[in-house]
């Protein structure tokens, strides 16, 4: 019976096709064999700085080779990888990193100023490992990430405990309360989702075994080249990466931190990328219009797939994207960091599907608030339920994982709160989350800590954040404010505000000023009528 953990499997790629390219980052090339004594130095000295078995790692960097290199070592050494939003702030970053128990920290150099100054709040961390990006430089209580690994280690580095299936991976995520929450994933149970070895867009069956899977590696014949243009600190671009590598492919990132189309598209060309990894309109939307004014200027012959999870994908973008690459899939996948393969869509050229309607996913069904089955076609509104391969639950919180993670009809099931109907013919028709959350280019933000961070500001005596519809975020955070003593806040003051303590995307992109926020006797507010009031201020049609 196989043992489903990604480092047995990466190892027995390694050994069959090690001078295959693995990662790729601008002029930087590292195989499969690199690949594999690279992560084998940095498991050996994570366990010389005393981790032990699923002591927790973190990721605190933007997308490059380091990233996925860190997650094998920590699978190589029994140890558990946690990923960290880049874009948070201090008061995030150090919630998180405490909140994971984490022992060990890999870390870009851009971040040291930020690391210097919450370092002290962490005494559970035994090592830090600061990756050289040409910012700053690396501190002198710091590992030099580069110097450790580029010195390899052929043989397999594994604990003393040895490896499992049951090792965890984290997939911190946002919480209810604006703090983030750490999804707990069996490493069985993501080789479940991601298809184990398998990829059914693209016609490859699942294999039986981890053994299967390396017998399929052929020198020579090079896997699938993937392009993750979104941040591998997400499920969407690092469940992607992971489900290219088990494939024995490559996974290409872009050397740019800021997204550039230009720079995408001549990527794709110049590596060859066969599958793409976007996030909706953000990505899609300046990639049509560049293909608009540019339609001749880059050979995109090579690619098969792009994918999208994370936020709507409009049908028109999608048909636009077509008519200058005929050739290739369009696979829009409705899931979360709690559920993946909740359901799917596939475009092709003359038959762009719809937006917000989705097949739905085999171990996927919706259920009413009281656990009842919606049937097809009646007309019923529930919440969307994925079974099967599922997480754990939340880490250190029973409390959220219990809602969560609900017991339908005998069976465990993730419920994450989003609202569907399903017709007749079995197509779900995506209502939107029952909650206020707002979506921002991929991104939730729970207005709750938005709202505190408002009310802090001298010149505001309450606020509420309402997310305004925006063609290419999706959603931007309108902060609704009742100011003190006459003053009217500008956006530019309480933007920088916020921004001191909050990730820059929870920053307020519009201001307006309400005489009363209206609060409730029990301290509730009304956000469909702050939203309207909102909308109507800005000349946002409803």
């Known amino acids: 019976m196989s043992n489903w953990n990604f480092a047995d499997l990466y190892e027995g790629i390694a050994a069959r096709i090690p001078d295959h390219p693995c990662q790729i980052q601008g002029d930087r090339v590292i195989t499969w ?63 998180l990193f405490d909140n994971s128990d984490a022992e060990a920290v890999v870390f870009h150099a851009a971040f040291v100023p930020l690391v210097e100054s919450i370092r002290g709040n962490l005494p559970k961390v035994k090592r830090w490992y600061c990756v050289a990006d040409g910012t700053n430089a690396v501190p002198a209580w710091a590992t030099d990430y580069e110097s450790l690994v580029s010195k390899g280690i052929a043989e397999s580095v594994r604990g003393p405990w040895g490896r499992s299936e049951n090792d965890l991976m984290f997939l911190y995520t946002g919480g209810t309360t604006g703090m983030p929450k750490g999804v707990m994933w069996r490493q069985y149970d993501l080789f479940h989702v991601l298809g184990l070895g398998g990829n059914a867009v693209l016609g490859v069956p699942p294999a039986a075994s981890i053994e299967e899977i390396i017998d399929r590696m052929q020198p020579g014949v090079y896997g699938n080249v993937l392009l993750s243009a979104c941040p591998l600190m997400h499920g969407t671009g690092q469940f992607s990466s992971l489900l290219a590598m088990n494939m024995g492919g490559c ?45 001749h200027r880059y050979d ?63 171990t996927c069904a919706v259920f009413t608030e009281d656990g009842r089955r919606v049937e097809p076609g009646s007309g019923e509104r529930g919440l969307v339920a994925v079974g099967g391969n599922i997480p754990m639950g939340y880490y250190k919180d029973e409390a959220k994982s219990a809602l969560t993670f609900r017991t339908f009809e005998g069976s ?47 010149s505001v005596r309450d606020a509420v954040a309402v997310g305004i519809p925006d063609t290419r975020f999706g959603e931007t955070i309108c902060g609704v404010v009742e100011a003190e003593h006459d003053y009217v806040p500008t956006l530019s003051e309480l933007n920088e505000h916020v921004k001191k303590s909050l990730a820059a995307y929870k920053a307020p992109r519009h201001i307006v000023v309400i005489d009363t926020i209206g609060r409730a006797p029990n301290g509730k507010v009304d956000y469909k009528r702050l939203k309207a009031y909102a909308m109507k201020e800005l000349g946002i049609a409803t």
Request: charged share 20%.
């Open 33 to 95: 064999g690199q690949f594999d004594a690279r992560t084998n130095a940095l498991a050996a000295d994570m366990l010389a700085a005393g981790l032990t078995h699923q002591s927790k790692v973190a990721e605190y960097l933007y997308n490059c080779p380091e990233y996925l290199e860190t997650y094998i070592a920590s699978f190589k050494g029994g140890f558990v990888p946690a990923n960290t939003n880049y874009r948070y702030g201090p008061e995030e970053v150090t919630y």
């Open 251 to 295: 996974v290409v990132t872009l050397p740019s931190r800021a997204f550039a189309v230009d720079e995408l598209l001549g990527e794709i060309e110049h590596r060859k990328v066969q599958t793409l990894i976007i996030v909706g309109q953000a990505f899609a939307g300046p990639m049509l219009d560049n293909l608009t004014e540019n339609p």
């Open 300 to 362: 995109l012959s090579s690619l098969i797939m792009i994918s999208s999870s994370g936020v709507m994908w409009s049908q028109e973008n999608k048909q636009g994207l077509l008519q200058y690459i005929p050739q290739v899939i369009l696979f829009d996948s409705f899931g979360s960091s709690e559920a993946v393969g909740m359901g799917g869509s596939v475009s092709a050229a003359g038959a762009a599907t719809e937006t917000a309607k989705f097949s739905l996913g085999p």
């Open 412 to 458: 465990r099931w993730s419920v994450p709160g989003d609202w569907a109907e399903i017709l007749a013919d079995g197509t779900l028709v995506l209502l939107g989350r029952g909650s206020v959350c707002i979506n921002t280019g991929g991104e939730k933000v729970f207005p709750e800590e938005v709202e505190e961070v408002l009310k802090r500001h001298a």
